[in-house]
Nanobody, 125 residues
Framework: QVHLVESGGGSVQVAGSLKLSCRNS????????IGWFRQAPGKEREFVAA????????PYADAVKGRFTITRENAENTVYLQMNNLGPEDTAVYYC??????????????????WGQGTQVTVSS
């Protein structure tokens, strides 16, 4: 069974950085592509980035390309999201999830499941 827990959120100033973690307390971690999504108040959940089982494929949303980096450490059962040069538009609750269907590159939340509880990221000027 997979149980995902996000951590690392917080409040930062514009242009600051945060590193989010998504840890799995279950097994068979490296069988799954993992995605990060975010949801701001009043908005739909949107794709941020994903990483393939091996870590070699990492698609990103256009809004975060060049600023965010997703990596995975299978030995640690953890996926990281390094976020640099943050702006107010990045304020949201960030979630990680397993990709249950489709292929790496899918940006639909409907293709993902076993969502974590989320971690809040707030960027202020």
């Amino acid at each position: 069974q997979v149980h995902l827990v996000e951590s690392g959120g917080g409040s930062v100033q514009v242009a600051g950085s945060l590193k989010l973690s998504c840890r799995n307390s279950g097994d068979r971690w490296n069988q799954w592509n993992i995605g990060w999504f975010r949801q701001a108040p009043g908005k739909e959940r949107e794709f941020v980035a994903a990483v393939s089982r091996s870590g070699s494929i990492t698609p990103y949303a256009d809004a975060v390309k060049g600023r965010f980096t997703i990596t995975r450490e299978n030995a640690e059962n953890t996926v990281y999201l390094q976020m640099n040069n943050l702006g107010p538009e990045d304020t949201a609750v960030y979630y990680c999830a397993l990709q249950l269907k489709g292929s790496i590159g899918s940006k639909s939340p409907d293709d993902f499941g076993s969502w974590g509880q989320g971690t809040q990221v707030t960027v202020s000027s």
